[in-house]
């Protein structure tokens, strides 16, 4: 046992363990949205927040975990699944934890926000992010989640601005209703839709507490930048007007879906290390071939790059295996790739959810003339007889989407001839472009 007289408190220095501890926390509110526990990253955040109440990447964490549980609450109403040239990359589809599962104080915010509705989460949401914006206009993010909720309220929700009320429920019981809400003809002629329409605002009134919504924006618009922001957003569209449009929406994009695999028309690709495993199947147990698969992988590095060439696609090889010791940057950027696509993967086919590391991201697609990574590889497995799972992505790492997944299976041997045909196949369909 150690002698309590001699034993130390701290291993370093008090201020450089506590530096490194909050160092720590704010690490921790990155790591909840990377691994898609927004819940965890809001309540974090917060807490931090209540000592650096002017700290704008706790501002953003937030922002984002509001922005992507709204966007996964509004977007699953409005469509069964996220797919892409009929494939779907699968991924365990988010959703909040059930508040009994969680102890301590925050099973409050896990209980607020899996009850809130769609349209109910997206208010709350763009009330927080437009005035952490409006305390901080120049920070793009902020401004970005902030357009990318006014699209959700209008698009998906079918919410307008004359959906909300400019005055609260206080101001409109002090107001004679009859003359704030209704025109001195049908005052004069006291009509049958008068009495009814203020019958219907009486019933508002008494429903406040359930109609949150209706009264969620009165201060925000009294902000002229706000309203013009929503004004915009809508283009002119209102409640009673927007149905039109989507009956108008919704056909268009029936004729589109029967178009079959899109050409996507991108002229250079970052391609990664391919992925590549021979596998050896006995008695029912698999053995994975090491040193053939990393040949493999070679071999199929070799014919992407042959297949742009002879499609002229441009295209900028991105290999972790050719990163030495002093080449600090490249290691680096391939750090964050794969941070970004691990991140990415959890997503699914959602192609809606903001990515953390956006700025990291747009600098790599500057850099090297192109948004584009492009991953392909092959599985293949041989018993009584062998067969092959090919599988080919296309990411757009500045804004997330998912622009192409392709997958084929064959029961035959992995040659050369047939890895080339898929592999020349996939990236024909990156290269050529739609006829107009």
Request: glycine share 4%.
């Amino acid at each position: 046992m150690p002698d309590e007289a001699v034993r130390k408190k701290y291993i370093v220095s008090e201020s450089d363990f506590k530096n490194i501890r909050e160092i720590a926390r704010f690490e921790l509110c990155k790591h909840y949205l990377v691994d898609r526990d927004y819940v965890n990253a809001i309540y974090a955040s917060y807490i931090l927040l209540e000592k650096y109440p002017t700290n704008v990447f706790l501002k953003q964490t937030i922002a984002q975990a509001m922005y992507n549980i709204s966007t996964t609450k509004s977007y699953r109403k409005s469509s069964s699944s996220f797919s892409v040239s009929g494939n779907s990359i699968s991924s365990k589809t988010y959703s909040i934890t059930d508040y009994e599962k969680i102890e301590g104080a925050s099973q409050r915010l896990y209980y607020l926000l899996d009850n809130l509705k769609e349209d109910e989460f997206n208010v709350v949401a763009l009330s927080y992010v437009y005035n952490a914006h409006k305390q901080h206009p120049d920070d793009k993010k902020l401004n970005r989640f902030t357009d990318s909720l006014f699209s959700q309220l209008v698009n998906v929700n079918n919410l307008f601005l004359n959906s909300f009320s400019k005055y609260t429920k206080a101001e409109l019981k002090a107001m004679d209703t009859v003359k704030t809400f209704v025109s001195k003809e049908e005052e004069e002629e006291d009509s049958k839709y008068s009495k009814i329409k203020k019958e219907q605002q009486k019933i508002e009134l008494d429903n406040v507490d359930e109609n949150f919504t209706k009264y969620a924006f009165v201060d925000l618009l009294k902000d002229e930048e706000f309203v013009q922001r929503f004004t915009k957003m809508a283009k002119g569209l209102t409640q009673a007007s927007s149905d039109n449009r989507k009956v108008v929406t919704s056909d268009k994009k029936k004729k589109k879906a029967n178009t079959g695999e899109p050409l996507l028309g991108i002229s250079k690709v970052i391609f990664l290390d391919p992925f590549y495993q021979k596998v050896k199947s006995e008695k029912g147990t698999e053995y994975l071939n090491y040193y053939e698969s990393e040949e493999k992988e070679a071999f199929l590095s070799e014919i992407q790059i042959k297949c742009a060439k002879r499609l002229k696609l441009e295209y900028v090889t991105f290999s972790d295996k050719n990163i030495s010791t002093t080449d600090l940057d490249l290691y680096n950027e391939n750090a964050l790739i794969n941070e970004w696509l691990g991140e990415r993967f959890r997503h699914g086919s959602n192609n809606y959810e903001a990515m953390t590391g956006y700025e990291e991201m747009k600098k790599i697609s500057e850099k090297h003339g192109t948004p584009y990574i492009a991953w392909g590889g092959v599985y293949n497995s041989k018993g009584r007889r062998s067969h092959n799972t090919y599988f080919f992505i296309v990411f757009n790492i500045e804004t997330g989407q998912l622009m192409k997944f392709e997958t084929r299976y064959t029961k035959s041997k992995d040659n050369k001839d047939l890895i080339t045909s898929f592999v020349y196949n996939s990236l024909m369909h990156v290269y050529k472009k739609e006829k107009e």
